[in-house]
């Protein structure tokens, strides 16, 4: 098992990575705050894994609430669901809250945690890769709103990460890519080195090879804990982390939330991100070759779907990097290094969403 540490003072917490750690009681026990416990998971993933976790927790009084699954149920109405089975179950502010899910059982774990008594204890045990690599670590909670994705949430840091490696053999191969599409984020953001290394083992990671898996999920969470430790609250450099997030949540808003998975919407979006940054001289056309077959060769989409590009603009202007009205982006000075930036020509943006377009 490798241990990794997202380094916040007191609030530090540790990432725990490996195969069967789900059924690793000694593991899970110091985190639990006293008793109580409520997984908060969906209908795909608790019969797959639910039974494992509750033998885990046996001995502690143990519930679940169990959401529909799909980013279309990522909203404040399903959160209360949440709410309703922790006061019908009488827990108290002891209650440790476990996330056992992908992101989105996380990141509304996550904010039910943050806001339940004004907060409790929280684990992440994700069980996709995109979750594992991403949205696990770091404390940003939020559900959806129809305007605009991710709008209403909170940071609040779980108090350790699980991330069980066994569990991604039952993960579809099209949920696999969108994960990947985050892994390659942090390549392209801050880490050439590990750049190289997935140009080198794509292959090994679309097959699932455990080595390469595992080693692709300890140097994506390790990018990630360093930027956090630097920025938990994404005054700077945290908002690097958003590569290709700006275009790719105007995909999910557009299409509606399910349509497009989170991971292909960052795909699409950081090759848009990339050409755009060719446009403004910064990188080369061979750089977004670069991208665009690092993407291919992971099965993601290069090309996002059409939309009008004035609606694209639109959906684009609801988004937190926004400062006094000027969209923010995040773009590629070189392959390994980004900066967050609203100095782009609005006439090469518009280029690059006509051009960018199945
Ligand atoms: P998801 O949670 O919808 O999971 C994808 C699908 O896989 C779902 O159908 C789920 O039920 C299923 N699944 C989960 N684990 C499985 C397993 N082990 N075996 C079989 N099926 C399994 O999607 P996701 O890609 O994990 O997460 C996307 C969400 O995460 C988005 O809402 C996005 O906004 C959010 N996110 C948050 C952060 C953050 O920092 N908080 C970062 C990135 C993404
Ligand atoms: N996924 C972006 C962040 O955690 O900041």
């Given at each position: 098992?490798?241990?990794?540490?997202?380094?916040?003072?007191?609030r530090?917490?540790p990432?725990?990575?490996?195969e069967?750690?789900?059924?690793?009681?000694?593991?899970i026990?110091?985190?639990?705050?006293?008793?109580?416990v409520?997984?908060?998971s969906?209908?795909?993933?608790?019969?797959?894994?639910?039974?494992?976790?509750?033998t885990?927790?046996?001995?502690?009084r143990?519930e679940?609430?169990?959401?529909?699954?799909?980013e279309?149920?990522?909203?404040?109405?399903?959160l209360?669901?949440?709410?309703?089975?922790?006061?019908?179950?009488?827990?108290?502010?002891?209650?440790?809250?476990?996330a056992?899910?992908?992101?989105?059982?996380?990141?509304?774990?996550?904010?039910?945690?943050?806001?339940?008594?004004r907060?409790?204890?929280?684990?992440?045990i994700?069980?996709?890769?995109?979750a594992?690599?991403?949205?696990?670590?770091?404390?940003k909670?939020?559900?959806n709103?129809?305007?605009?994705?991710?709008?209403?949430?909170?940071f609040?840091?779980?108090?350790?990460?699980?991330?069980?490696?066994?569990v991604?053999?039952?993960?579809?191969?099209?949920?696999?890519?969108?994960g990947?599409?985050?892994?390659i984020?942090?390549g392209?953001?801050?880490?050439?080195?590990?750049?190289?290394?997935?140009?080198?083992?794509?292959?090994?990671?679309v097959?699932?090879?455990?080595?390469?898996?595992?080693?692709?999920?300890?140097?994506?969470c390790?990018?990630?804990?360093?930027?956090?430790?630097?920025?938990e609250?994404?005054?700077?450099?945290r908002a690097?982390?958003?590569?290709?997030?700006?275009?790719?949540?105007?995909?999910?808003?557009?299409?509606?939330?399910?349509a497009?998975l989170h991971?292909?919407?960052?795909?699409a979006?950081?090759?848009?991100?990339a050409?755009?940054?060719?446009?403004?001289?910064w990188?080369?056309?061979?750089?977004?070759?670069?991208?665009?077959?690092?993407?291919?060769?992971?099965?993601?989409?290069?090309?996002?779907?059409?939309?009008?590009?004035?609606?694209?603009?639109?959906?684009?202007?609801?988004d937190?990097?926004?400062?006094d009205?000027?969209?923010r982006?995040?773009?590629l000075?070189?392959?390994?290094?980004?900066?967050?930036t609203d100095?782009?020509?609005a006439?090469l943006?518009?280029?690059t969403?006509?051009?960018?377009?199945?």
């Amino acid at each position: 098992m490798i241990t990794l540490d997202v380094a916040l003072g007191d609030r530090s917490y540790p990432i725990f990575i490996g195969e069967n750690l789900l059924e690793k009681k000694e593991l899970i026990q110091p985190y639990l705050a006293g008793s109580e416990v409520m997984v908060v998971s969906n209908e795909t993933v608790a019969p797959l894994y639910l039974d494992a976790l509750m033998t885990t927790l046996e001995g502690r009084r143990a519930e679940a609430v169990i959401l529909p699954d799909g980013e279309q149920y990522k909203t404040l109405e399903h959160l209360n669901t949440v709410f309703t089975a922790l006061l019908e179950k009488r827990f108290s502010r002891q209650v440790t809250i476990i996330a056992l899910g992908g992101g989105v059982v996380g990141d509304m774990a996550g904010f039910a945690a943050a806001c339940y008594q004004r907060g409790v204890p929280f684990i992440q045990i994700p069980t996709t890769l995109l979750a594992q690599v991403d949205s696990s670590v770091g404390g940003k909670t939020a559900v959806n709103h129809p305007f605009g994705k991710n709008m209403i949430g909170a940071f609040y840091q779980p108090g350790c990460v699980i991330a069980d490696t066994s569990v991604l053999n039952t993960l579809d191969d099209r949920q696999l890519s969108a994960g990947i599409a985050e892994v390659i984020k942090y390549g392209l953001i801050r880490d050439k080195v590990f750049l190289v290394w997935l140009e080198q083992n794509m292959e090994a990671l679309v097959a699932r090879d455990t080595d390469a898996l595992i080693y692709a999920i300890e140097q994506s969470c390790r990018n990630k804990a360093e930027v956090v430790a630097a920025d938990e609250l994404e005054h700077g450099q945290r908002a690097l982390l958003n590569l290709g997030h700006t275009f790719g949540h105007a995909i999910e808003t557009g299409m509606g939330y399910g349509a497009w998975l989170h991971g292909e919407a960052v795909a699409a979006g950081m090759y848009m991100a990339a050409d755009l940054s060719c446009r403004l001289g910064w990188i080369s056309q061979t750089d977004v070759a670069h991208v665009e077959d690092l993407l291919t060769r992971a099965n993601l989409p290069v090309k996002g779907p059409a939309i009008d590009p004035e609606k694209m603009k639109q959906l684009m202007a609801v988004d937190k990097k926004v400062q006094d009205g000027r969209i923010r982006l995040v773009l590629l000075k070189s392959l390994g290094d980004a900066v967050v930036t609203d100095h782009f020509d609005a006439a090469l943006l518009d280029q690059t969403l006509a051009q960018c377009q199945a």
